[in-house]
């Protein structure tokens, strides 16, 4: 009962910092993409499809993580 009690009160708190920690993840990642890209524009080197190396694979990973925990935390808050 109290351990249910002290998440319920603390799930709110997670869910924050991981929507914060989301937002920097994104906001960090560098993208090639100019702005016709969004409207379907074609350039000679296609970003999408390239191979991340170092921090760039760690800072990708790092995000697909972030974001899995925020939907499981959410998840758990609906409930």
């Known amino acids: 009962?109290?351990?249910s009690h002290v998440m319920k009160s603390l799930l709110p708190y997670v869910n924050i910092?991981?929507?914060v920690l989301l937002i920097a993840f994104i906001l960090l990642q560098r993208t090639g993409a100019q702005i016709?890209?969004?409207f379907g524009g074609n350039d000679n080197l296609?970003?999408?499809y390239?191979?991340?190396r170092g921090?760039?694979?760690w800072l990708f990973i790092g995000t697909i993580?972030?974001?899995v925990l925020f939907a499981i935390s959410?998840?758990?808050n609906l409930i």
């Open 1 to 3: 009962m109290l351990y």
């Open 17 to 19: 910092l991981l929507s």
């Open 36 to 38: 016709g890209g969004a």
């Open 46 to 48: 296609s970003s999408a």
């Open 50 to 52: 390239h191979t991340r």
């Open 55 to 57: 921090s760039e694979k």
């Open 65 to 67: 993580i972030i974001a």
């Open 74 to 76: 959410a998840l758990i």
